[in-house]
């Protein structure tokens, strides 16, 4: 069955930890929740969400919480469904959750283990999105490959002929390439327990690469790398909206390098 992971709020998403405003109240055998998520991909599409609530308002980040919440759930609806720059075959849309009443066993784990949830589900989720990116940059490699041998400038010379095309083909492999076993390499068991930074890292490179290979292929196409004639411009769309995906990535590389350093998560401590 196909699941959301729904965690954004129209407050914000890259500083949940602070903004979650979606409440969990525990009565009788249930919780109640009511609040609403924003850009949750698969939504309306899903048969499952875990949704991401405030449990306990003063206990701060370990006061959050995750929930499973079945599609038919009275109070549950989907809203608004985003127009998007790309990955437009996946639908992101807003969650509502009025009085949206679940069994108190749909609590994911323990009160407060929402980050270590959010972890895991992230690793998976970054493998994934990794396999995406790396996807469509395969595919606007194998699109200008056809391309450079077919476009004939100086006849009888096609674009495959020229020395920086060669270069710029040779670079965009290299790069495909590099994020694929990066990414194969990320899933492999971690050699120590603990979080494991290795699949959001091979996503970010993976991401970066992306826009990177999709961008150099619109420009080895020249002017009909820019028509809808054709699919370049649509995998330049889909690797930016796949690195807005999240993990934030403004704020995943600091999170790595925390990991890395072993500095505690969160803000610094005060002096
Ligand atoms: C295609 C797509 C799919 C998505 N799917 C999901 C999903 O399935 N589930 C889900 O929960 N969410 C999803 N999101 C939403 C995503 O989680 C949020 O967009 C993201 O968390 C950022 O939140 P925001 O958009 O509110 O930006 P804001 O929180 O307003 O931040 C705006 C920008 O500022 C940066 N920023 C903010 N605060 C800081 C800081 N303290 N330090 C450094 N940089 C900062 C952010 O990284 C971002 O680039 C999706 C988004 C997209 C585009």
Known sequence: MLASFALAEPGGGANWTQTTSTRAVLDGDSYVINGSKVFISNAGEAGVYIVVARTD??????????FIVEKDTPGFSIGTVEKKLGLRGDPTAELLLDNCRVPKQNMLGQEGDV????????GLDCAGQAAAAV????????????YVKERTVVAPSTLA?????????????????????????SVMPPEKPGMDPRPLMAAIQAKEMAIDVTGKAITLLGGYGCTIDFPLERYFRDAKT??????????????????????????PPKK
């Open 57 to 66: 308002p003063a206990k701060g980040p370990g006061g959050i919480s995750a």
């Open 115 to 122: 980050m270590k949830i959010a972890f895991a589900n992230g």
């Open 135 to 146: 996807g469509l940059a395969q595919a606007a490699l194998d699109e200008t490959k056809t």
């Open 161 to 185: 002929n020229i020395d920086v095309v060669q270069s710029t083909i040779t670079e965009m492999a290299i790069a495909v390439e590099s994020a694929r076993y990066y990414n194969y390499g």
């Open 242 to 267: 796949l690195f807005m995906a999240p993990p934030a990535m403004t704020m995943i590389k600091s999170i790595i390098g925390k990991i890395l350093l072993g500095v505690p998560l969160g803000p």
